[in-house]
């Protein structure tokens, strides 16, 4: 089970990765926003595999209709995340963001 310190600590491990508020909470920036919770316990983070996630295990994964204009974001609760699965997400959340 992942919390957000467990996020804070991958993603400042992560290259050239600051944190600051976003909208209230605490988000990650790479060149461009990586990661941000969303609410306790949810964390919001760019994918490529939104979909997939979401109809594989949508109890974990899921979007609200504000995410509709931004197919790469998806949520996350955290209680139902491995370190590991952690890690891999936003893993692939920092190299979306680091893309320009």
């Known amino acids: 089970m992942a919390t957000e310190e467990d996020v804070r600590r991958v993603c ?7 944190e600051r508020l976003s909208w209230g909470q605490p ?13 306790e316990g949810v ?3 760019k994918t490529t595999e939104r979909d997939v996630l979401a109809g594989s295990d949508p109890e974990t994964f899921f979007w609200t ?3 509709d204009r931004s197919p790469s974001l998806v949520l ?10 952690l890690r891999e997400l936003l893993a692939e959340s920092h190299r979306l963001a680091s893309r320009r």
């Open 12 to 18: 400042l491990s992560l290259p050239r990765v600051t």
């Open 27 to 39: 988000a990650w920036f790479a060149s461009t926003l990586m990661a941000r919770m969303w609410e």
């Open 43 to 45: 964390l919001t983070v």
């Open 65 to 67: 209709p504000h995410h």
């Open 76 to 85: 996350v609760r955290l209680d139902r995340v491995a370190d590991d699965e």
